[in-house]
């Protein structure tokens, strides 16, 4: 039996070892990875392919989604970022926007973004994804 109530919330389940990948074939509706790029998408997707047949599940049914580091340009990191931030260590409002572009062409279909700035600077922050970002992706 799945871990969740009819018309709940969805169960996203992490993790990039192949148990992982298996619990969140059996159980989960989405994968859920932290910092990936297109390529490691694309790798997870095709590991999900592979345990798919194990485990009994069409893995096209298992949305894929990540939580992303992001640090706009004009900010600075107000602590060590884990990892490669989206749209590189220089990112501009161009190299996010083709990131995004390349993660979702391999399959991702939801990012939350972890923005590590200062709490003071947040807003302005936000401010920047949402007139970079969502707007640019928000009229496609």
Sequence with gaps: M???TEGGPGVWIGGQSDAALRRALRFGD???GSGVDAEALTG?????DALGDEVGRDPGELALTAGLFLVPPGF???VKVP???????????????DELGRLSDAGLVSASLWLPVVTEELPDALAWVAGE?????SDQ
């Design 83 to 97: 990892g490669r931030p989206l749209g590189g260590s220089d990112a501009s409002a161009e190299s996010v926007r």
């Design 30 to 32: 989405a994968w859920h």
């Design 76 to 78: 600075t990191p107000a």
């Design 44 to 48: 997870v997707r095709a590991r999900l």
């Design 133 to 137: 970002l969502v707007s640019h992706f």
């Design 2 to 4: 799945l871990p969740s």
